[in-house]
């Protein structure tokens, strides 16, 4: 807290906690007191000596059982919490005052019981004469000992209402982000300088995020990241910190928190890395608003390279949120012409969306590089509205590299979008004198890969797709969690997914859906069949042939929502006569068929020999996937939906409630209650 002057008072978090916990228990204790006090007007609390006696013995025993419990029961929830969360728990326990006020609360009205039983005598015998009870001499002590008694029992409701808020991730958080100031922070800077053991006030909270992370828990591993974002905006709105401490506390902070990520980049954890992405955006553009270069700087890279971590690690979607992130950041860059070593406002953000992009063209990941391609345009826009020159060369020169290393692989999807944002760009600055070379420079690019995209031949074309549905309870193997209305909106979310990826591929003309009743999926046609599923699918492939239709067909699974866009051009683009996609258990999941004459088709069983077999004496290949080959039938099928899903299959089981278990090492699934 600051006072005039920018003096400081300096009251340690666990101090104040104690203030009010004194403060309530005071309070509760005046009220009991002053109970007694107004009750003892009336001159009704006469007791005998003897059921006196009793009654304080009796009082004193059940308050030493209650301590007992109460004791045992604490360490019973530190045991739990421990083991939710962090060994680290036990030192928040340890500091929290609930425990210790009521073990002291207790103390004083046990021994204040046991000096009056023990000094506790008969009254005057003249005066019990003459009201036929006697009463002791010590009779104010007796209902004084009774009150305590009282208010010992009601002290027990804050203590048990605290412990059981502790052992929620929110209040936790709050407790030990408590303790994290500027100068915590800065006395850790300076010991990890000087190689002391002292650790960081942080460290609690993100050996427990690591640990939820680990545990796939990401309620909890969500409020401790924002318990740290919080403060770090805090920290940085702060005008009584100067620029060089806000520096080494943010790059202190980020460097903790791009771990955090890293971390959960490796165990696949898409949300808690988002969560972590939407943190350093914040960060990012409170440090734009700041005017803090530096910071901002470092917000960037540490957004750029948990983006590079993830398209790594094949997480797509993570690296398009890192390249929204950075064009956010980089849109108040261009408001604020916030110069960072030098470049003009927007420059680094589309830097690091650009070495994105590059390894979005090289893994050709068709929804990343839209992104990607989509932000520098937008970045670009806004420099070209705020008339930055430096930032718009470096938006045209960035979509450039993209497109030109989207060519490199032949990327068709990539070079499309990265022309597209071209043209945006193009247009912005037409007619714009002061921006004459460089819609001439956007203009050339455009051009360039415009031509590529007319002369180049796309693979992928006139060919079509077959997905064999049953919607009628379906996925009967998953009844033992899910009810039949679940399995069959399941199955329609699976499907969905399955013709969404073919129909953004580009590759088909048409796409078909073998179902034995009306299905509404969009760019998919629905065929009746009441035939069983060989049946129908060589009635299919012979239809195709008396036809004459002789289009490469490819017939796939609708239980395998893993599959990618990428999955289905590598299955297509080759020059086989049939490419097999085994599942798993010996089944197969797709099947590309180049001329739908020459073969036919017989699931059930061990399918994916029958196929290689019934293949022999034309040119196959088998094409491994863990996407293709992951169908969902079984209860422990489920993880990989929520682990590796992107669609509307992962959505609809968070939307029922299931969720990710770690037991004894293995992850399930569990439904949330």
């Not at 008072?9 to 204790?29: E, H």
């Not at 790594?312 to 950075?326: I, T």
């Not at 969009?522 to 049946?535: I, K, Q, S």
């Amino acid at each position: 807290m600051y006072l005039g002057f920018n003096m400081e008072i300096k009251l340690r978090p666990y101090t104040s906690i104690w203030a009010r916990r004194l403060a309530l228990y005071f309070g509760l204790y005046v009220v009991i007191i002053s109970s007694h006090i107004y009750f003892s007007r009336f001159d009704i609390w006469h007791t005998d000596v003897d059921s006196a006696r009793y009654m304080l013995s009796s009082l004193i025993q059940s308050e030493a059982a209650i301590v007992a419990l109460v004791v045992t029961l604490s360490l019973v929830a530190v045991q739990l919490a421990a083991s939710s969360y962090s060994t680290r728990i036990v030192d928040v326990f340890i500091k929290t005052p609930d425990l210790w006020i009521l073990i002291l609360i207790y103390g004083i009205a046990m021994f204040y019981g046991l000096i009056v039983l023990k000094f506790i005598e008969k009254a005057d015998p003249q005066k019990c004469a003459e009201i036929y009870v006697c009463h002791s001499n010590l009779e104010p002590h007796i209902t004084l000992s009774y009150f305590l008694g009282v208010f010992v029992f009601v002290a027990l409701v804050p203590y048990i209402w605290n412990t059981v808020r502790l052992l929620k991730p929110a209040p936790l958080f709050d407790r030990l982000t408590e303790e994290i100031t500027n100068k915590s922070i800065l006395d850790t800077i300076h010991n990890e300088q000087i190689k002391t053991d002292k650790e960081s006030t942080l460290q609690p909270i993100l050996d427990i995020v690591n640990g939820s992370i680990m545990k796939y828990d990401y309620g909890t591993a969500k409020y401790g990241l924002k318990a740290i974002g919080n403060k770090a905006n805090d920290i940085l709105k702060n005008r009584d910190i100067d620029k060089k401490e806000k520096k080494e506390i943010s790059e202190h902070i980020f460097s903790h928190i791009v771990s955090v990520g890293q971390l959960a980049i490796s165990k696949d954890n898409e949300r808690s890395t988002s969560e972590i992405i939407a943190i350093l955006c914040s960060n990012g553009i409170i440090s734009v608003e700041q005017e803090l270069e530096e910071i901002a700087f470092k917000a960037i890279k540490s957004i750029r390279l948990l983006g590079v971590d993830a398209l790594n690690n094949k997480l797509e979607f993570l690296a398009a949120d890192a390249c929204s992130s950075l064009r956010k950041v980089g849109e108040k860059s261009v408001e604020k012409d916030l110069k960072i070593l030098t470049k003009q406002g927007g420059w680094w953000e589309i830097s690091s969306i650009k070495d994105i992009g590059m390894i979005s063209a090289k893994y050709e990941l068709e929804y990343s590089i839209m992104v990607v391609a989509n932000s520098i345009d937008l970045i670009g826009s806004a420099a070209v509205k705020h008339r930055l020159k430096g930032t718009i060369q470096m938006a045209i020169d960035s979509l450039e590299a993209v497109g030109m290393e989207a060519a490199k692989y032949k990327f068709i999807g990539g070079i499309r979008n990265v022309s597209a944002s071209l043209g945006c760009m193009k247009d912005e600055m037409f007619g714009k004198e002061e921006f004459k070379n460089e819609e001439q420079k956007a203009g050339f690019v455009f051009d360039h890969f415009q031509s590529f995209l007319l002369e180049y031949p796309v693979f992928c074309r006139n060919m079509r797709a077959v997905i064999p549905f049953k919607k009628s309870n379906a996925k009967s193997r998953l009844s033992s969690l899910l009810s039949k209305t679940e399995r069959e909106e399941l199955a329609m979310a699976m499907l969905n997914d399955v013709a969404g990826t073919l129909v953004s591929s580009g590759c088909f003309d048409v796409i078909d859906i073998l179902s034995t009743s009306m299905i509404d999926v969009e760019g998919a046609n629905t065929v009746l069949t009441e035939m069983g599923l060989n049946e129908a699918l060589n009635e299919y492939l012979g239809k195709m042939s008396s036809h004459n239709i002789n289009e490469p067909v490819l017939i796939i699974m609708a239980d395998i929502p893993l599959v990618s866009q990428k999955n289905i051009k590598d299955m297509v683009s080759t020059n086989a006569d049939i490419v097999i996609a085994p599942g798993r258990m010996g089944g197969t999941n797709a099947i590309f068929i180049r001329n739908p004459s020459s073969f036919h088709v017989d699931y059930y069983g061990a399918s994916f020999l029958k196929h290689r077999e019934i293949a022999h004496g034309l040119h196959s290949e088998i094409f491994d996937s863990f996407n293709i080959s992951t169908d969902i039938d079984e209860v422990s099928d489920l993880t990989e939906v929520l682990l590796h899903g992107k669609g509307q299959s992962r959505e609809y089981l968070e939307k029922i409630g299931l969720n990710i278990s770690a037991n004894g090492g293995r992850v399930g699934v569990k439904r949330l209650t």
